[in-house]
């Protein structure tokens, strides 16, 4: 699976876990700020800094994911793969 997928994929499975994955320009704040998982006003969220490569962005988001039980949520077969080999390497 090319990664642009993947990435779309793991956004799609984080939004049936009920996260809600945006993309910012963090190098706009002024302060040093970095790509994660957060609540606002008590709703999950995972900020992306959008200036990362696509594979780094793959590699957060699906260690986010795996924190939150994913089985629980469909995934296409290709998506647990890539989340599996995370995990061994």
Request: charged share 30%.
């Amino acid at each position: 699976m090319k990664a642009e997928k993947l990435y779309e994929q793991l956004k799609e499975a984080a939004e049936r876990l009920g996260v809600t994955v945006s993309e910012h320009n963090l190098r706009k704040t002024g302060v040093t700020a970095q790509s994660g998982y957060c609540l606002i006003k008590g709703a999950p969220h995972y900020i992306m800094d959008k200036h990362l490569s696509i594979h780094r962005k793959n590699r957060l988001l699906a260690a986010c994911l795996k924190r939150m039980a994913p089985e629980t949520v469909h995934m296409l077969p290709a998506v647990r793969d890539y989340m599996a080999r995370m995990e061994r390497d």
